[in-house]
């Protein structure tokens, strides 16, 4: 599944120098990080709507597309999958309580 995630990745990096005439992708990083990132929020909301209704195929493809404008706002911003991994992976087998302990301003 992490495949997908690489994939979509490394398509998304290469849509960076794409004509935004020819990628949806390309269009929305060709506005810039602020915009990226304000797709991202109502995409979010987007998703929590339909948790909240609790329609479990709308959720899943919310979800989808919260998952795709996250990788593109990471993108514009030039933080790498590997990088969130790196944090998931520190995070790993801690418990919950015990991280949010650990995080500065927690
Ligand atoms: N996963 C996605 C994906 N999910 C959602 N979207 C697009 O995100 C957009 C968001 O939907 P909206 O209804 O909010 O869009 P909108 O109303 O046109 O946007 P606004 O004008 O309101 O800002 C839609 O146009 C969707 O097609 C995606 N576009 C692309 N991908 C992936 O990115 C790859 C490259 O896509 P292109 O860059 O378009 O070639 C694709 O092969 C897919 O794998």
């Known amino acids: 599944?992490?495949?997908l995630?690489?994939?979509?990745e490394a398509t998304i990096q290469?849509?960076?120098?794409?004509?935004p005439e020819s990628s949806w992708t390309a269009k929305?990083?060709?506005?810039?990080p602020e915009k990226c990132a304000e797709k991202f929020g109502e995409e979010a909301v987007e998703a929590i709507i339909e948790a909240v209704k609790n329609d479990r195929a709308k959720l899943a493809s919310e979800a989808a597309d919260v998952l795709y404008h996250l990788m593109?706002?990471?993108a514009a911003r030039d933080v790498t999958l590997a990088?969130?991994?790196?944090v998931l992976e520190q995070r790993e087998g801690t418990s919950g309580i015990a991280e949010k302990?650990?995080?500065p301003g927690a």
């Not at 995630?5 to 979509?8: E, G, P, V, W, Y």
Request: charged content about 30%; proline content about 0%; aromatic content about 4%.
């Open 1 to 3: 599944m992490s495949d």
């Open 5 to 8: 995630l690489a994939r979509l």
């Open 14 to 19: 290469a849509r960076k120098t794409a004509d």
């Open 28 to 32: 929305l990083l060709a506005k810039g």
């Open 72 to 74: 593109v706002m990471l």
């Open 83 to 86: 990088e969130v991994y790196a």
């Open 101 to 103: 302990a650990a995080r």
